[in-house]
């Protein structure tokens, strides 16, 4: 009897972080990033930045200088994206933790994961159109 209730106080204690990490809300990642330029970061490497704002508007770089705009809505739990140039929208699961946000994209088999690594309150440099000689 002891071995059953010890084992499940240890399946219990594995289950709380799963339990924990439960993806935000539209309400709460529309609190968390509204005014702000978010920097993220994957497997270490500079990943692209993102400037949140009012209305669900956002503006995103791949930190190349070129931007492209779009909205963020809420589907199915998850944190939709479309930007002028693509038609499909890209849904990613957001946690907070920490350190800043995690996302998860939920699109991607692989389920790329990136990390908020740095935050501002000032807009992002855009560089315009490419312009030829």
């Given at each position: 009897m002891k071995q059953i209730i010890a084992l499940s106080s240890t399946l219990l204690t594995l289950a709380l972080p799963a339990i924990a990490d439960t993806p935000m809300t539209a309400e709460e990642f529309d609190a968390f990033v509204t005014g702000q330029t978010l920097y993220f970061g994957s497997s270490g490497q500079p990943y692209g930045a993102e400037e949140y704002l009012p209305n669900r508007q956002v503006r995103w770089s791949f930190m190349d200088g070129q931007c492209k705009d779009g909205y963020w809505y809420e589907e199915a739990d998850l944190i939709c994206f479309l930007y002028e140039d693509t038609p499909d929208p890209q849904c990613w699961s957001f946690f907070k933790t920490d350190t800043g946000l995690r996302a998860l994209f939920e699109?991607?088999?692989?389920?790329?994961?990136?990390?908020?690594?740095?935050?501002?309150?000032?807009?992002?440099?855009?560089l315009g159109p490419e312009v030829g000689v």
């Amino acid at each position: 009897m002891k071995q059953i209730i010890a084992l499940s106080s240890t399946l219990l204690t594995l289950a709380l972080p799963a339990i924990a990490d439960t993806p935000m809300t539209a309400e709460e990642f529309d609190a968390f990033v509204t005014g702000q330029t978010l920097y993220f970061g994957s497997s270490g490497q500079p990943y692209g930045a993102e400037e949140y704002l009012p209305n669900r508007q956002v503006r995103w770089s791949f930190m190349d200088g070129q931007c492209k705009d779009g909205y963020w809505y809420e589907e199915a739990d998850l944190i939709c994206f479309l930007y002028e140039d693509t038609p499909d929208p890209q849904c990613w699961s957001f946690f907070k933790t920490d350190t800043g946000l995690r996302a998860l994209f939920e699109n991607d088999p692989a389920n790329t994961t990136l990390y908020e690594v740095n935050r501002s309150e000032q807009p992002m440099v855009c560089l315009g159109p490419e312009v030829g000689v």
